[in-house]
């Protein structure tokens, strides 16, 4: 069994033990990021103790750096660290394939039938809890990552920047690590508790070599085999789109709605809507949105078998480069935190994604509890306000169930995602 790459004292005694937890993050990883991320905290920094706390923390502010779903990101990161490469593959296919075959599944339905009211009946109880849990690690997450008041004043502006002016995601990072690197570089010069190993260069060259390489392979193969051209524009465009959204689905939705709609008629407005809405349903990355796109972009071309080639050529190519990314990049990670300046800005970071999960959670909220949010803008500021007629009662109350079972008697994220979800269910037969 490979070496485990964690220096804490507790680590997966087995490798069963091992897919058994994170394929338990990948079924429950409902709620987009915050959701993703509170959980993934949950499991592997609380119950299990897999990961150390500031271990999870530089970690997950490298990942919010990085373009791409960094809750996705993140569980690499946690697989590679404690079983190396052949961990980080598992742990980020795990979290990825559950919902990519859920996804799959419901566009086929999508694109045969065109209605899927049911779905969201069926995950109403599951957005319930998702939202009790997005709070509840967003309190735990606060507590470890904003440890000065100037932690506190970058959370407070992030989450001002993001949620009421509408900043771009990556200038909030920027911003936030430049803060940190010039400004908090002597409250961090005692590193993180790390082991610092020297990183092999030559190594990462490689490993960045063998990334690059995968990532072509489908062009390879079509370029020899096919003459399906709709599959080497779906490879094209959403290769480009790996590389250039920062900050999530809502980021990528900002930079592909246009081209997708407008420019390759791919997807109506609509049914770029109606996909964001299912990726937020379903287990897995909100980014699971462009697998939508690319089954309904080869099926409107040639059927059945060309829809499902256009989703699996789109999750290739979204998702190879996250490992890449991952494995390129995580080795520095200690080295980073161990750098008064680095670390100063990996902190900055930290401080500034609990604003930004924060807006996410808001957001999430507001969108749970109200079938109607109008967003207003006054100058350079946005509010979004809900339509109170609109108040979903039944959310409401599942979600002060939700928060009663977990946050008082303190049960497990699978049994209270079971007991809303069916619920939800009996309610809705009422």
Known sequence: MEKSLNNSQFAPETFREFFQIFLKVGLLSFGGPAAQISMMHRILVDETKWLKEQ????ALSFCMFLPGPEAMQLATYAGWRLKGVIGGLVAGLLFVMPGALVMLALAIIYAHFGNLSII????????AAVLIIVIEALMRVSNKALKNKASWVLAAAAFIGIFFLKLPYPLIVLLAAAYGFFFMAKETEEATEVNQKPVAHLKTIMTIAA???IWALPFIILSMTSSASILTDIGTFFSKLAIVTFGGAYAVLAYMGQDVVSQYGWLSPGQMMDGLGLAETTPGPLILVTEFVGFLAGFKEGGLWLGISGALMTLWVTFVPCFLWIFAGAPYIEWISAQPRLSGALNAI???????????????GLHVFFVKVIPT?????TLWQPDLSSLNWQVVALSCLCGLLLLKFHWGITRVLLTSATVAFGLSLL
């Open 55 to 58: 271990q999870f923390l530089n």
């Open 120 to 127: 969201n009946t069926l995950f109403l109880g599951i957005k």
């Open 211 to 213: 990334g690059l390489s």
């Open 350 to 364: 930290t401080a500034a994604v609990v604003g930004v999960i924060l807006n996410l959670s808001i957001w999430f």
């Open 377 to 381: 803008s006054y100058g350079p500021v």
